[in-house]
């Protein structure tokens, strides 16, 4: 967990009754920061604020974060009581107002506990710390039905990198990949790598959106949901040419997938992680049914069972909108198991898909067996669906 | 439940334990007959059969049917076989095979029980009989995880209506409306009336199509659904005008929302039936905003737990692909309480709204607020999750 100039804190701030509650992340030196917001129209003031400072700006210094409180829908003076926390900050840290961005996860619709943040303020300042324990205070701060803080690391020759990250419920992150309207979740993806702000938002294109882009928990994408992507460039002087990006893209691109998997695993009510590839039909036709299988309460329930009731899986890619799929052409594999053949049961027996799908990583394979010139393959990571995560959320507010 | 010219057998084949899994519609006349079948790309062999019978003939006979397999997927034999077992049922009865089709539901991918039925054809014509039992037998013959059976009935000075039903999961009827590509559950809409086939076309198309593709138990679009319209024209001579058929929809209309709320409520493990009125947009729009509220699992867990976290709701707005949704001219209701006022919060306190969220039927009104020149409202009918619903279908095959 070593990282260069940055320093991070996470305190009570009385929003969440003895839980950490509100975090921050400072870099000793101004930093490049390329973000990627929710396509959820319904937006965060804190989203709206943070979008707002980096318009009129490339470098920032820090980023505060409540949980509690999604800041959210919660009244007509959601961005003035923003932007107010975000001038206290700055003035209290010496630095300017856009210079501050902010993130928040909780409750939509909940009054923001402004008070309780701006009186906080100093005490999350003086707690900032470069220590590990810092660190895991501030992933504490951010979470909400997390069990777990969640945090990947990596070290290189070359600098270091550290994603800190949150989210449970209300994930399903569906990213268009342009510069400033990409979606995802609560991620902070820090390093002191020498990167320019081209070669950011070049890994932040090809690397880091796409592997936030390919799992969903419940299908819900949230209107909070951010990627910052910030780099202080402090580790060494030396810029380095679009080969040596291409050399760090494999790093990143490990972070992310380690990151999602915690993700995936920390999911409310989670017990089983499913690995769906798709392969010979186009990413969108593959998205498609990507995005049908993981949102079907059928296929949820049943990997939760570990029921081998692959019809279901089938069922999905025939409503899946792929236009001109020939049902007769799909094959589908459950562990090692090819459970349909050409569109039409295998006849294994039960017995031994059910073995398969007992596993906590259960690997579904789909052949859409469309004819093109080069065979495709596509990822996509999701979930079952426990009588817990209904628990949870049918008793969130209340 | 008075009907002219139709018989009704149920009896138990043994596909099932110790239940009634085999049932028979019988129209003592040719009836005319309009049917509407399922969108998904996968499709039952019977599905397969009846639509090959269809394009034979305008009248049909009879409609078997065989609940505990959907006879979907179950190996390179389906279509012959169940073919077979129309063919043995025309012999029998005395009829051409076009004449008889074949509807079943069940668990996909599993061997058709062929012989089981072929040794029970006898037993099952000698039950016919027109008596509410031997209806009332049909009815739980085709039951799968439903816990009652389904009628709704209608007598009218110019003829009778009789609809009977079946669904409780993989329930999400979307059509489109063409004459012979609809899609929708297990739905047989007899009447004595006398009607064209045109006559038919048109009730089917502007009634019960619509009516039906008007609700989503769990977003899960079956391979099996059909709704069969028969008419055997047995009540009088009389063709009448298209005026005539105008008056009739109402009845229609009201057969058919009665035949969705006992879907609904039947549903697995449904506790709570919602109300979606969904007002000022398009009805594309409307039903954008109603699939990604009634597949939301967030906004389905809160319905459960009568949780007054509407900003599921609003963030379902936010996300259903609504294009030019300023998210600021939203406004939406709960029960009698408006909790979203331009887009934010109205303050309403939480025991309101929960007493609101606490009846078994929860009203949601959505006013989208785009400035059409018509008022424009679209209904659509959803239910709540519970963990009965995981509990059904985590070993729905085990």
């Known amino acids: 967990m070593k990282i260069k100039g940055f320093k991070f804190s996470g305190i009570n701030a009385g929003i ?5 509650d509100l975090g921050l992340i400072y870099s000793e030196q101004p930093a490049l920061c ?9 937006k965060s003031n804190s989203i709206i604020v943070t979008q707002q400072h980096l318009k009129k700006t490339n470098y920032i210094r820090c980023i505060i974060v409540n949980s509690g409180c999604a800041n959210t829908a919660c009244g007509k003076n959601g961005v003035v009581d923003t932007e107010q926390i975000c001038t206290v900050v700055a003035r209290k ?14 409750v939509i619709g909940e009054p923001l506990p402004k008070q309780k943040i701006l009186s906080n303020i100093d005490n999350l300042i003086s707690n900032l710390s470069s220590t590990k324990n810092a660190i895991l205070n501030f992933a504490k701060s951010i979470m909400t039905t997390d069990r777990k803080p969640k945090i990947v690391a990596q070290s290189l020759p070359i600098g270091n990198i550290l994603c800190i990250a949150k989210g449970a419920g209300m994930i399903a992150p569906e990213l268009s990949v342009d510069n400033h309207r990409y979606a995802t979740m609560l991620v902070f993806l820090l390093t002191d790598i020498n990167l320019s702000k081209q070669e950011m938002i070049k890994i932040m294109g090809e690397i880091v959106v796409p592997t936030f882009n390919s799992f969903s928990i419940d299908g819900d994408t949230s209107p909070n949901d951010t990627i910052f992507f910030v780099s202080n460039c402090l580790h060494n002087n030396v810029k380095f040419d679009a080969d040596k990006v291409q050399l760090l893209m494999p790093y990143f691109k490990k972070i992310c997938q380690d990151m999602v998997l915690k993700l995936l695993y920390d999911g409310e ?16 036709d593959a998205q498609k049914i990507a995005k049908t299988i993981s949102s079907s309460l059928l296929v949820k329930t049943a990997v939760h069972g570990a029921d081998p009731n692959w019809g279901r899986i089938l069922s999905c890619c025939g409503r899946s909108g792929v236009e001109k799929l020939n049902i007769n052409k799909v094959n589908i594999w459950i562990g090692k198991y090819q459970v349909v053949k050409n569109g039409t049961s295998n006849f294994v027996p039960d ?11 259960v690997e579904i394979k789909i052949d859409v067996g469309f004819n093109l010139k080069k065979k495709t393959e596509y990822t996509f990571f999701t979930t079952d669906l426990s009588k817990k995560y209904v628990e949870i959320n049918s008793k969130y507010k209340t």
């Open 16 to 20: 969440k009754k003895n839980k950490l």
């Open 34 to 42: 390329v973000c990627a917001f929710t396509k959820n129209l319904l």
């Open 93 to 106: 840290l010496g630095i300017s107002t856009e210079e501050v961005l902010i993130a928040s996860t909780g």
């Open 269 to 284: 009510g989670v017990t089983k992680v499913v690995k769906l590839i798709i392969t010979n039909c186009t990413k969108t």
């Open 351 to 361: 017995s031994l898909v059910r073995k398969e799908m007992l596993k906590s990583f």
